[in-house]
């Protein structure tokens, strides 16, 4: 009992939880005086479901139409809702590069949803778990996120201006080894020192400061000192221009364009992931309905065999059949009632990964779990497909499909940080100049002054007002005046000039990002290549589609005839039971194949709506309100408790 109260005890710290930084929501003139050194309130994720999903569910059951299913996904999905933080990451960045600071990378992946229950995984966790696999621009940040983006180039002045201030207050005894110059054998030395400015950086390559030291109270032990204590310091301006490295608006404001253009990106990644996840929606919804329309193909060949077994063994009873035929139809019939019993594990699977999908809490919502999901919409084959020439599809996908606009801006961004490694090539030429005023005032030196005869000390005298220069007489405000007057100015100017002599590393920045770049345009024309190529398979995909359903609707409505007229030679006794349980299943085979078929030409047409980039036009999604993550639209008409849909 002990040991177990000592690991528990030893076990606590693990399951502390270091609390999380919480914004101020201070108000008066101390907090806007503060708020800059202030954490910012960041809302927190609600994780808890739509009203939306609640109406939808009557008698234990969710009736979903496809636009509830897109709806429930824009206000739920939790890819959603982490693609809605990427704006205002890139926002930040872009307060980041507005003071001249580094940017850091921010992930722009694409996750592609879950996939359809598959027959052969009962459990769906492998369904339920494929999330990954997106296709990104970006990539993850790291330890060292954002070091890549201006680490190679001339550096970018800090925007901010900074104030400094310094005080200090100095005690100092320091033995002599003569008094000829301080009148002692140890010098105690005490004073106040206050130091303060400003300095800024501008986009242009200049640096400006601006500064005062004040040593006050300085006194010293010292009685050939005229003045003790004194006020002393300066005042000082001093500003710094680069001329060849670090020089132009253009060079030092790269961060700034690139920062802007990522905010551009981060709305087209925004869209890319809506696009995805509607296209997700609309793949896992329509398979859920072919999946019941498998399930039916399946109970209505369970209901034939059954019946089929319950007639034999009738006509067994009357003596008109063997006992084999008997089992032979009886085995059919278990057959196919596992095949139903399949079927509605794969239908149940399918419902828990929707349900994953439109659901943000998952599934900590008890109703919702044990719902079961009644497709509402069922899809019509029309009677031909819209006839486009393919030139003109794949200039709307040009013009339409969000990664095309990502690679141009990505170009541009490579093409702007190129001007930094570019102008790192150049030697470091800096032309300053200083401008300071010094000043001085203090009192009398109170101690006596040594009287010397033949190098002895013979007496001591008491300083006076007429044995110094009265200008130096007087208090801080004194000093405040000789440096207001410039009465003691200093002037200095002149240049620093570094030139490597080989400069191997900086060429070799700027043909690396040269070669990056070339590759950067190998990949833009192999998105094109790409797109233009996935145009015309979907095209392909499409008219094959449509050709193997009409094919299978044909295969199918022939077998069954076929199946009708076997059962009929059977029950006239000239066909076996071998015959009739064989036409069956090709009948339920002809059933389950034209169910595949439909539902790989609902995919090929929500295929090509995707390479098309005509997604959201199709299901009529609102960019929007995905990213306010609220559909105004009400839900459709849920039909009342015992009412058939």
């Known amino acids: 009992m002990l040991s177990v109260m000592l690991c528990g005890t030893m076990s606590l710290p693990v399951f502390a939880q270091t609390p999380e930084i919480m914004g101020s929501s201070g108000k008066g003139f101390f907090y806007r005086l503060t708020k800059n050194y202030q954490p910012t309130t960041v809302a927190k994720i609600s994780f808890e479901d739509s009203a939306r999903i609640e109406r939808l569910i009557r008698a234990g059951s969710i009736y979903l139409s496809l636009r509830d299913a897109i709806a429930l996904a824009l206000e739920n999905n939790l ?14 960045n872009f307060q980041r590069a507005s003071a001249g600071a580094l940017l850091r990378n921010v992930n722009n992946s694409i996750s592609s949803g879950p996939s359809s229950a598959s027959l052969g995984v009962l459990a769906g966790a492998n369904s339920l778990g494929s999330t990954g696999g997106g296709s990104g621009s970006g990539s993850t940040g790291g330890v060292l996120s954002g070091l890549s983006v201006q680490l190679a180039g001339s550096a970018i002045p800090n925007l901010d201006p900074t104030v400094f201030v310094n005080a200090q207050f100095q005690h100092q005894t320091s033995p002599l080894t003569s008094t000829f110059t301080t009148g002692t054998n140890f010098l105690v030395t005490s004073f106040k020192n206050a130091n303060f400015g400003v300095q800024q950086g501008f986009l242009t390559g200049t640096s400006v400061s601006l500064g005062m030291g004040n040593t006050l109270g300085y006194k010293q032990n010292s009685p050939n000192s005229d003045f003790n204590p004194v006020d002393q310091g300066s005042l000082s301006f001093s ?8 020089f132009g608006l253009k060079v030092n404001n790269r961060a700034i364009r690139i920062a802007k253009n990522q ?5 087209l990644t925004f869209k890319q992931q809506v696009i995805s996840t509607v296209n997700n929606v609309v793949n896992l919804y329509w398979d859920l309905v072919s ?3 498998s399930l039916k193909v399946k109970q209505q060949t369970m209901g034939l065999n059954q019946q089929l077994y319950t007639d034999n063994k009738r006509r067994a009873e009357l003596g008109a059949l063997a006992e084999i035929d008997i089992i032979q139809a009886e085995a059919e019939w278990k057959s196919s009632q596992q095949d139903v019993v399949t079927a509605e594990t794969q239908v149940l699977q399918q419902e828990m990964i929707l349900k994953s999908v439109l659901t943000r809490g998952g599934f900590n919502n008890a109703a919702v779990i044990s719902a079961r ?9 029309p009677t031909q497909d819209a006839i486009q020439p393919t ?9 339409k499909r969000p990664e095309i606009e990502q690679s141009q801006i990505s170009l541009e961004d490579a093409r702007i940080n190129m001007l930094g490694t570019r102008n790192n090539l150049l030697p470091s030429l800096s032309v300053f100049a200083n401008l300071s005023n010094s000043g001085l005032s203090g009192n009398v030196n109170s101690l006596p002054v040594p009287i010397t005869s033949g190098g002895q000390i013979v007496g001591y005298r008491q300083r006076t007002a007429n044995d110094v220069n009265a200008f130096f007489l007087g ?27 080989r400069n191997r590393a900086n060429q070799a920045d700027l043909i690396t990002d040269e070669l990056n770049y070339r590759q950067s345009q190998i990949q833009d024309k192999q998105l094109q290549n790409n797109i233009k190529l996935n145009v015309i398979n979907a095209q392909i995909a499409l008219r094959q589609a449509r050709a193997v359903y009409e094919t299978a609707v044909q295969a199918r409505k022939l077998q069954e005839q076929a199946l009708a007229g076997e059962r009929r030679k059977y029950e006239l006794g000239t066909s076996s039971i071998l015959n ?33 980039g005509r997604t959201l036009e199709v299901q009529n999604v609102d960019i929007g309100e995905a990213k306010n993550g609220i559909v105004t639209r009400e839900p459709d008409m849920v039909p009342a408790v015992g009412q058939n849909r």
Not at 394 to 399: G, K, L
């Open 580 to 612: 009739v349980v064989i036409v069956q299943r090709d009948t339920t085979t002809r059933g389950l194949a034209e169910v595949e078929a439909r539902s790989q030409y609902l995919k090929a047409r929500n295929a090509l709506d995707n390479v098309l």
């Open 475 to 501: 208090g801080y405000g004194s000093f405040l005046s000789q440096l207001l007057n410039r009465n003691f100015p200093n002037y200095s100017a002149g240049f620093n000039l570094n030139i490597p002599i």
């Open 291 to 293: 999946f019941n329309d």
């Open 239 to 246: 500003i710094t221009q680069n001329l060849l490295n670090g």
């Open 391 to 399: 030139q003109d599809m794949v200039s709307e996908a040009f013009q």
């Open 263 to 267: 905010l551009h990106i981060s709305d």
């Open 79 to 92: 890819d959603l809702e982490g693609a809605r933080i990427n704006p205002k990451l890139q926002q930040s």
């Open 373 to 381: 999901i009644t497709p509402t919409d069922h899809f019509d084959m």
